[in-house]
């Protein structure tokens, strides 16, 4: 996880309000990838990113959405937090996109919304 | 619609036992079938991965077993150790030119008991 920073860790928001999720990475991967892990569901992709400012959605976009303005940094932003958005944000990196060079997983962001 | 069924959800295993944690998929285009290992407080990494042109691949004590006609693939953890405790998803994924895309089952927490 050295590679890939995630910010903040843990962070509780109130319903209604943005949120922003950061995610670092010092290892040059073209893709980034932002899931949302919740119990019995696994890990579902949000959104991901090619490159600087190529960006699409996942299978679970509803509600979020990401920027990348540098190679480095990958941003997830909640526009109006819900408590169905209650997860464990996962932030991954793909040095080419191809799955067989494995993804680089961050340590992750708890996020409460009450 | 779940493309990657994982089963079961937790698993107890004794010191020195075999742990089996078992996945289906539906997409037959897929093409590349990794296993994660993700321990508290992490996030996931990648554990071993098999393509479908072979039915088994054996890393130490973790082998994967495929079964193309079924659609289904299994991990095999031998001589289960107590730092095996964590939690373990299957993933498949096809190649795209676009990049590939990692699908995830919903996750095994397996614990093992000294």
């Known amino acids: 996880d050295a590679g890939i920073t995630q910010s903040p860790r843990h962070k509780v928001t109130e319903t209604g309000t943005p949120v922003t999720l950061r995610c670092h990475q010092t290892?040059?991967?073209?893709?980034m990838y932002w899931y949302r892990q919740d119990p019995g569901h696994g890990l579902r992709l949000i959104h991901y990113?090619?490159?600087?400012?190529?960006?699409d959605k996942g299978e679970v976009s509803d509600g979020y959405s990401v920027s990348r303005s540098k190679t480095e940094d990958f941003l997830l932003t909640l526009e109006s937090a819900t408590s169905s958005q209650t997860s464990v944000y996962f932030c991954?990196?793909?040095?080419?996109?191809?799955?067989?060079?494995?993804?680089?997983f961050g340590s992750g962001t708890r996020l409460t919304v009450v | 619609q779940q493309q990657v069924k994982q089963s079961p959800q937790s698993l107890i295993v004794q010191k020195g036992g075999i742990s089996i944690i078992n996945c289906a998929y539906e997409?037959?285009?897929?093409?590349?079938f990794p296993w994660y290992q993700q321990f508290p407080g992490k996030g996931p990494a990648l554990l071993i991965a098999?393509?479908?042109?072979?039915s088994e691949k054996k890393e130490g004590r973790f082998t994967i077993s495929f079964n193309k006609s079924a659609k289904q693939f299994s991990l095999h953890i031998m001589d289960s150790q107590p730092g095996d405790s964590a939690t373990y998803f299957c993933?498949?994924?096809?190649?795209?030119?676009?990049?590939?895309?990692?699908?995830f089952g919903g996750g095994t927490r397996l614990m093992v008991k000294p």
């Open positions: 997409n037959t285009a897929f093409d590349y």
């Open positions: 993933a498949a994924s096809e190649t795209r030119n676009a990049g590939n895309m990692l699908t």
């Open positions: 990113s090619y490159g600087v400012k190529d960006t």
């Open positions: 290892e040059n991967h073209r893709y």
């Open positions: 098999i393509r479908p042109d072979v």
């Open positions: 991954a990196t793909s040095k080419n996109g191809q799955t067989r060079d494995g993804y680089t």
